[in-house]
């Protein structure tokens, strides 16, 4: 198991980053075989066969997201960017059987300021942390939207 | 006396259209979203799902045509019916969830429970009832008129109009191209929908997609650049040399980008063996020249009015909600007896371009909520449509034609919004 205090410390440093909109330093967090993924399923294995999801990046992909996010040139990012902070609460931390990885699952509550509106989303995360030396990388993070089976306005911010 | 808004006179709904020019209250003015509603929803016909939705007896989805709630459901005896989601008993919902199996649908209120092939089964505590309450005469109300198209199935809110096949008319031939891409003709909605909204009219969604060669090369420059790099396919390319006949607009107000006539550069990469396989069960169905062009050449993006799309990965229902209030579904296609592999990748090229947090659609949806603000402002209350009018071109459907950036499509949706909306056809 490991010490509490250093999941919840990454868990919320992840999350500043993200409502700070620093890109590469959230990217920086990323092990390269990495998977981003927010369902539109809230229990995909209820399924069999292939599901769309809201997003699904590999490392690839998430370079791209990312780059695409800082560009300052996409209409729909400037459109939809706002000031936003998030709470990050109810952290459960699990073992799994992958040596040197552990399961951290927590739930969020982020509003975003625009002009005519403030937005609200609210999820739970499932991060696959993974020990390198000194510290954590994210090897999988997965976002169930309480919504996500609703309309939802765009996502164009990381979640 | 009131004071004027507008610098012009106001303007009645049967003078919306000129030749190229559409007035801004017909995104803006709740009596119009009204009068769509009864003489566009609620007259022609309208998609409702695809067969593949509810492919076992029970399955249903909730949809809504217009504003009303409507069921599709396959029942025990394989036939898949569209039904008001309405108990006919006091019209409460009968179905809250989106979608799911089941034997029959019991109204919560008083719990009058229907087959899922639509008959009354009980009217709970029925002695109650003081004369003979004939239960045939009770079941779940059909809307007036169903037909479906290769499983795509369209329903009618009104007794007496166009067969489904007089609507649909020409699209037919482009509506097969993109069935057609799967060996097997058949394609699959089965793996669930992104879901958005956006603060715009409904009309915003079928005009900007499909004119991706003209706003494409700006508002997605970005993803456009990105999917470069990822794929080795360049869809910029499309715009820089334009090519005849690609803008297409055919009768009934459906609006087409054809690309037969625009071949795209192959890919510089060898095809995998799963696209060899592919390509030689193309070659199978369709015979080694229609499969060679089909290969050569990007499906068609098409418009069905009112309200489905196919656009390159998925199709695209528009649900108005109000004048300024729009959903958007995004069910990506899948293509029976495909490789596994070419599925795969066409669900993942979905993703990364659609849906609230792909890199291109959400571009289009911010431009549609901006386009709702700026058509605010009625200084010159007219948008200007008129790319390509001098050179536009009659067609033998009946349709016109024009350059790949022209706008003849939507001067074709428009006439035919004006036919519906005026007084007469």
Not at chain 1, 99 to 122: H, K
Not at chain 2, 135 to 147: N, V, W
Not at chain 2, 166 to 179: K, M, N, Q, R, Y
């Amino acid at each position: 198991m490991s010490d509490r205090t250093a999941v919840e410390a990454f868990v919320y440093r992840e999350a500043r980053l993200m409502d700070e909109f620093d890109y590469d330093g959230w990217f920086a967090l990323w092990d390269e075989d990495g998977v981003y993924h927010v369902p539109v399923d809230p229990d995909p294995s209820a399924h069999t066969g292939r599901r769309v999801s809201i997003i699904r990046d590999d490392y690839p992909r998430l370079q791209q997201r990312v780059d695409r996010l800082k560009t300052g040139s996409v209409l729909a990012v400037e459109g939809q960017k706002g000031a936003m902070r998030r709470l990050v609460s109810n952290i459960e931390i699990s073992t799994v059987d992958t040596a040197g990885e552990i399961e951290v699952g927590s739930n969020f509550i982020l509003g975003i300021a625009r002009t005519a509106e403030q937005q609200l989303w609210i999820g739970r995360t499932i991060h696959r942390l993974r020990q390198h030396v000194g510290e954590f990388r994210i090897a999988r993070k997965t976002v169930f939207l309480i919504n996500s089976t609703h309309e939802t306005p765009l996502l164009q911010f990381l979640i | 006396m009131m004071a004027t808004r507008s610098a012009e006179p106001p303007v009645d709904y049967r003078n919306l259209v000129r030749e190229a020019q559409v007035h801004g209250s017909a995104y803006r003015d709740p009596e119009i979203f009204q009068r769509e509603l009864e003489r566009i929803w609620y007259k022609v016909w309208v998609y409702v799902g695809h067969e593949s939705e509810v492919p076992n007896p029970g399955d249903f989805v909730r949809r809504q045509i217009g504003l009303q709630p409507v069921l599709m459901v396959r029942g025990r005896d394989g036939v898949v019916r569209v039904f008001y989601n309405r108990c006919r008993h006091r019209a409460n919902l009968l179905c809250l969830r989106e979608a799911g199996n089941s034997d029959k649908f019991v109204c919560p209120y008083h719990a009058w429970s229907y087959a899922n092939t639509g008959e009354l089964l009980e009217p709970t505590f029925d002695e109650g009832y003081d004369y003979d309450l004939q239960k045939e005469a009770f079941g779940l109300t059909p809307l007036a008129r169903q037909d479906s198209y290769r499983g795509l199935i369209f329903a009618s809110v009104a007794e007496e109009g166009l067969s489904l096949a007089e609507h649909l008319g020409a699209i037919t031939e482009f509506l097969d191209l993109f069935i057609d891409l799967s060996p097997v003709g058949e394609i699959m909605l089965d793996t669930g929908a992104q879901k958005t909204q956006y603060r715009g009219n409904w009309k915003y969604m079928p005009e900007n997609s499909m004119e991706g060669d003209y706003h494409g090369p700006f508002l997605h420059q970005v993803a456009f650049a990105l999917y470069a790099r990822r794929t080795g396919f360049d869809v910029s390319a499309l715009a820089t040399g334009e090519v005849p006949d690609v803008i297409r607009s055919l009768p009934g107000g459906h609006m087409v980008e054809d690309y037969r006539g625009a071949p795209i550069d192959p890919p510089k990469r060898a095809p995998s063996p799963s696209r060899l396989e592919y390509i030689a069960a193309m070659k199978t169905r369709h015979g080694d020249e229609k499969a060679g062009q089909m290969m050569r050449t990007m499906a068609p993006l098409l418009y069905v009015f009112p309200n489905l799309l196919y656009v390159i990965t998925h199709i695209r229902v528009v649900q108005p909600a109000s004048v300024d209030r729009t959903n958007v579904y995004y069910y990506p296609v899948m293509l029976k007896g495909a490789p596994d592999e070419i599925n795969d990748m066409r669900l993942s090229d979905h993703e990364f371009m659609m849906g609230p947090a792909g890199f291109i659609s959400p571009d289009d949806i911010e431009i549609m909520e901006r386009n709702q603000i700026g058509i605010q402002a009625e200084g010159h209350d007219w948008l200007y449509i008129g790319r390509g009018l001098h050179r536009e071109r009659d067609m033998p459907d009946g349709g016109r034609s024009g350059m790949t950036m022209d706008e003849t499509h939507l001067r074709g949706f428009w006439r035919h919004y004006a036919a519906l909306m005026g007084d007469g056809e």
